[in-house]
Antibody, heavy 117, light 106 residues
Framework: EVQLVESGGGLVQPGGSLRLSCAVS????????MNWVRQAPGKGLEWVAT????????YYVDSLKGRFTISRDNAKNSLYLQMNSLRAEDTAVYYC??????????WGQGTMVTVSS | DIQMTQSPSSLSASVGDRVTITCRAS??????LYWYQQKPGKAPKLLIY???SLQSGVPSRFSGSGSGTDFTLTIGSLQPDDFATYYC????????FGPGTKVEIK
């Protein structure tokens, strides 16, 4: 069964850091580009970042460049999102997704990140 | 940057109705257009890829059309399970989602 399982979310103070993980199973992780997408409470979907199979290409939404870093470990079948200098507006559910023919075809259940003092 | 708009932002419809949602890109995106369905508290689900191709397992009452800047998602006969929010998305190396269209029960 194909599964994406996010973890690492929680409550963090403004200015703090958090590292999200996504554990992948059921498909050959190293063959796919992967993405992070977030959704603030009651709001729409926002693409965050995308990474190539070997990690050699990374793309970010302009508004987050420099604060967030996407990475992957193909040996561990895992995707990561390092989030620094967190702000209240980063509060959201963060989804890990598989990139297939430019579509986001498989989604995890999401992990909630709350930035608050 | 490419911007995506959707109309309407919400609609009320009855079971059996034909529903059409429109998505517009700020510049031509060829057929790099995708449609997702999201229910409350759940992750989105891919419905349509490459503007008009039905994702495996998605009911045939869903269809997509368009290319360039104007696209539509049509639900041929609305079913109770279809009440949800629908998002269009442009994706290539970067991605942009539309603001969503909420389909509610009339």
């Amino acid at each position: 069964e194909v599964q994406l399982v996010e973890s690492g979310g929680g409550l963090v103070q403004p200015g703090g850091s958090l590292r999200l993980s996504c554990a992948v199973s059921g498909f050959t992780f190293s063959s796919y580009w992967m993405n992070w997408v977030r959704q603030a409470p009651g709001k729409g979907l926002e693409w965050v970042a995308t990474i190539k199979q070997d990690g050699g290409e990374k793309y970010y939404v302009d508004s987050l460049k420099g604060r967030f870093t996407i990475s992957r470990d193909n040996a561990k079948n895992s995707l990561y999102l390092q989030m620094n200098s967190l702000r209240a507006e980063d509060t959201a559910v963060y989804y890990c997704t598989r990139h297939w023919s430019y579509a986001f075809d498989i989604w995890g259940q999401g992990t909630m990140v709350t930035v608050s003092s | 940057d490419i911007q995506m708009t959707q109309s309407p932002s919400s609609l009320s419809a009855s079971v059996g109705d034909r529903v059409t949602i429109t998505c517009r890109a700020s510049q031509s995106i060829s057929s790099y257009l995708y449609w997702y369905q999201q229910k409350p508290g759940k992750a989105p689900k891919l419905l349509i890829y490459a503007a008009s191709s039905l994702q495996s397992g998605v009911p045939s009452r869903f269809s997509g059309s368009g290319s360039g800047t104007d696209f539509t998602l049509t639900i041929g006969s609305l079913q109770p399970d279809d009440f949800a929010t629908y998002y269009c998305q442009h994706s290539f190396n970067t991605a942009t989602f539309g603001p969503g269209t909420k389909v509610e029960i009339k």
